[in-house]
DNA sequence: ATTACTAGTAAGCGAGTAT
DNA sequence: TATACTCGCTTACTAGTAA
């Protein structure tokens, strides 16, 4: 979504066009994001045809109103507003349960990660990660927890193998605790790793493509 | 303000640059917001030649802080989502003391237009109204405000002249009560007129250029 | 590794104007 | 009145690459 249609859309919205339809022309429109009334008309049709606006073409001026999709992009610009500026010591993601490729069980299943998780966590991890795949728009929320203070798991060696170290939140899963894990040394992932002393998948009843809310306690 | 730079400042305070100084190349934030490294630089000093961020470019990536500037560039954008999605029965505005061009005192003299006011507004204005420039992004507020639900003062011909009619919404400048008043036939303005029962350059102590608060409330 | 310049290409803009 | 097309001009983009 390119950035001036967001904010013509938002435009749009400041005079009510979520609620109602309302009557607006072109030319009001361009003065109001001084720019030019061909301008202002083109983004109209961009938004239209990108189904975020509805409009109803009379002789004079034209009836507009944002549709869900519109309203559903506005809303998440909010929310990042409000992460920045109203951020408290929890953070809502929601997600989907997708299969990881198997990696979260070898994980918890060494002993060294697992005396370092009942150590710091206060519980033993069932084997294996519960991977949730969060919309893009929700990675700015794990962006933003790893500047916090996280529950640090150190890097061990194992034989040949080096285990690198992890940050951990106390978080919740349908409000089943548990913590996420989020590997120190990788990109910003769109998979969420939740750890949990039971078998989620079982307790929950979960299965690939169901939606789950995660709530993340913040340190401080 | 391009709508770009705003994304981009935007992005760059979602990694908590408005706290601390944030250390991330040009890549990462192109990843970040899907574009390339070029253009993320070209945004970044972009931004540094508007004083929104300061940076300090070290052999490896850079340091990046948002200045007051950018915080409050970011701040309006906020307030312009709490608008759209936030909205109670409260409006608040702020704005500077400017000398009007004498028609405010001239209106509130007629006597058809003072009987609407005593029987609708309860109060007896004094002559004149005080007029108060908004900011360019506050005029949003306004015309917000023109959606609701106005206490209407009808138009009346005096002699040869018509009165126009205007809407009145209950005010409170510096918590002195008051209304403000708004043209129903004109574009919208980036001056507001406030009437009250009191002479308020005088019990306010007011002269041009002093900044003030304003707190509309909407009816509805 | 980085940042950011150059230059060629693509996208966006608005005056004029058809509808 | 409107909306929105064409088209010449400007701005923005990125590959290549210097520093």
Redesign the pocket.
């Given at each position: 979504m390119?950035a001036?249609l967001i904010q013509m859309l938002k435009e749009i919205a400041l005079l009510g066009a979520i609620r109602d339809k309302i009557e607006i022309?072109?030319?009001e429109l361009s003065n109001q994001i001084d720019?030019?009334?061909?301008?202002a008309?083109?983004y109209?049709?961009e938004l239209d045809k990108k189904g975020m606006i509805t409009r109803e073409?009379g002789?004079?001026?034209?009836l507009i109103q944002i549709t869900d999709l519109g309203k559903t992009t506005l809303q998440e610009e909010h929310l990042q507003y409000q992460q920045i500026f109203e951020l408290t010591n929890r953070i809502y993601i929601s997600g989907k349960v997708v299969s990881g490729i198997g990696e979260g069980s070898y994980y918890t299943e060494q002993i060294n990660y697992i005396k370092q998780f009942q150590e710091k966590l206060k519980f033993k991890p069932f084997p294996g990660t519960l991977n949730i795949e969060i919309k893009h728009i929700e990675k700015n929320k794990i962006r933003l927890v790893k500047k916090y203070n996280a529950i640090l798991i150190n890097e061990f060696k194992n034989n040949n193998r080096t285990f690198g170290g992890v940050k951990c939140f106390h978080a919740k899963i349908e409000n089943i605790k548990g913590a996420i894990v989020l590997p120190i040394r990788s990109h910003y992932s769109n998979i969420l790793e939740f750890i949990s002393p039971y078998f989620l998948r079982k307790k929950l009843k979960l299965k690939d493509g169901d939606f789950v809310k995660i709530i993340i306690f913040l340190k401080n």
């Open positions: 390119k001036y022309s072109s030319i720019t030019s009334q061909q301008t008309s083109r109209l049709l073409l002789i004079k001026k034209q």
